[in-house]
């Protein structure tokens, strides 16, 4: 499942993240995406059938792209037309250069390798669906974008501060 959340009103914390090196950037938002996804990952673990508990303790939340992502799929794509992992590498950057609201992205769900995830989520033929992330996700939605608001800010000025302390030990010594 794939949710946007268009927020408006923040463009003093964007100015701030662009002052920051681009990874700085990126780990900022990572860290607070985190963060804000605690409560929908709490309520999927919550809603989570709990017939043997395996799916349940499976539930995680992580910056990692998983499986199948679409970078992914690009380097892959790359590989299979014969180029070389350097070429695979470079489409992939390009892939997420051209996809800049992929800029920095969590994800909340089950690891790989436990086969009845996807089955309990959507059901099959003769097992009905009994969802527990998309209903974690349409309801604690509103509770992580607050989260989310209110760590950015503390994020940023947080690693202002090192970029500070790092630039000031610089000049120190040179």
Request: proline share 5%; charged share 25%; aromatic share 8%.
């Given at each position: 499942m794939k949710v946007k959340v268009r927020v408006e009103g923040l463009r003093d914390l964007?100015?701030?993240?662009?002052?920051?090196?681009?990874?700085?950037?990126?780990n900022v938002l990572q860290r607070a995406l985190l963060k804000a996804a605690d409560p929908v990952h709490q309520e999927a673990v919550r809603l989570a059938p709990e017939r043997s508990g395996v799916l349940k303790s499976k539930i995680r939340k992580s910056a990692r792209k998983p499986k199948g992502h679409q970078s992914k799929a690009a380097f892959a794509a790359a590989m299979k037309r014969g180029?070389?992992?350097?070429?695979?590498?470079?489409?992939?950057?390009?892939?997420?250069?051209?996809?800049?609201?992929?800029?920095?992205?969590?994800?909340?769900?089950?690891?790989?390798?436990?086969?009845?995830?996807?089955?309990?989520?959507?059901?099959?033929a003769k097992h009905p669906p009994q969802?527990?992330?998309?209903p974690a996700m349409e309801a604690k939605w509103g509770e992580a974008l607050e989260i989310m608001k209110a760590e950015v800010r503390p994020e940023i000025e947080k690693a202002a501060e090192r970029a500070r302390k790092r630039a000031l030990k610089k000049a120190a010594k040179g």
């Open positions: 964007d100015a701030a993240l662009a002052e920051l090196n681009k990874a700085t950037a990126r180029a070389t992992r350097r070429e695979a590498a470079a489409a992939q950057r390009a892939f997420n250069r051209e996809n800049p609201a992929r800029f920095a992205e969590v994800f909340v769900g089950v690891e790989e390798g436990v086969a009845q995830a996807w089955p309990q989520e959507v059901g099959t969802p527990y992330i998309r």
